[in-house]
Nanobody, 122 residues
Framework: QVQLVESGGGLVQAGGSLTLSCAASGRTFSNYFMGWFRQAPGKEREFVALINSFLAHTYYADSVKGRFTISRDNSKNTVYLQMNSLKPEDTAIYSC???????????????WGQGTQVTVSS
């Protein structure tokens, strides 16, 4: 019932910045919590950031806290991930996801985008 499409990935040097976007359609966007996850080759998918449905509450993984910012624009049905001070270990496929409840577990999310590649060179 919800379709998600990520964009904005690419190649960037260490210390640089990228902004990812996730466009949603199919349901009322403001009813969902939105999260960003990432998965590097050969590694498990990990939580990155979350933003709640109606309020400004956010939560970040320790590995990105202070460098990444999640935000949403309900009028545009879009969630963003601003990534600053990027490190080579940030290299991964980044996916956005929608959940009807607050969750840090990927299994708690009902809908997923196809992912966008972020590569940070040293």
């Amino acid at each position: 019932q919800v379709q998600l499409v990520e964009s904005g990935g690419g190649l960037v040097q260490a210390g640089g910045s990228l902004t990812l976007s996730c466009a949603a359609s199919g349901r009322t966007f403001s009813n969902y919590f939105m999260g960003w996850f990432r998965q590097a080759p050969g590694k498990e998918r990990e939580f990155v950031a979350l933003i709640n449905s109606f309020l400004a509450h956010t939560y970040y993984a320790d590995s990105v806290k202070g460098r990444f910012t999640i935000s949403r624009d309900n009028s545009k049905n879009t969630v963003y991930l601003q990534m600053n001070s990027l490190k080579p270990e940030d290299t991964a496929i980044y996916s956005c996801a929608a959940s009807s409840r607050y969750s840090l577990d990927p299994r708690g999310y009902d809908y997923w985008g196809q992912g966008t590649q972020v590569t940070v060179s040293s």
